[in-house]
């Protein structure tokens, strides 16, 4: 099993950068597929980016693509978002997940909070404009 606690969450104005990050208990961080979902008030939780094991891969929501950099120090057993070019509509709880499925096809196809076992608490982003 692995926990999840995210942190570096705030107030921001429009344009703005905010890095996350997401530190994992455990020996086997690097086991894991990890990824950052979000979630706005009155709508459902939404994929935001996701990384491989190694952190060669990574995948985003067209969204956030360009502005969104996931990556990961398995040393540290830390997952990062930078946020970049923040706009209104990023405001929303980021949520750290993670899931010991790996295939290329996983990496690919992995969009739903369904498709990932574990998650953080969550930290809050608001964007003002």
């Known amino acids: 099993q692995v926990q999840l606690v995210e942190s570096g969450g705030g107030l921001v104005q429009a344009g703005d950068s905010l890095r996350l990050s997401c530190a994992a208990s455990g020996r086997t961080f690097s086991s894991y597929t990890m990824a950052w979902f979000r979630q706005a008030p009155g709508k459902e939780r939404e994929f935001v980016a996701a990384?491989?094991?190694?952190?060669?891969?990574?995948y985003y929501a067209d969204s956030v693509k360009g502005r969104f950099t996931i990556s990961r120090d398995n040393a540290k057993n830390t997952v990062y978002l930078q946020m970049n070019s923040l706009k209104h509509e990023d405001t929303a709880v980021y949520y750290c997940?993670?899931?010991?499925?790996?295939?290329?096809?996983?990496?690919?196809?992995?969009?739903?909070?369904?498709?990932?076992?574990?998650w953080g608490q969550g930290t809050q982003v608001t964007v003002s404009s």
């Open positions: 990384v491989s094991l190694t952190g060669s891969s990574t």
């Open positions: 997940a993670a899931d010991v499925r790996r295939s290329r096809t996983y990496l690919n196809t992995a969009r739903s909070p369904a498709d990932y076992g574990y």
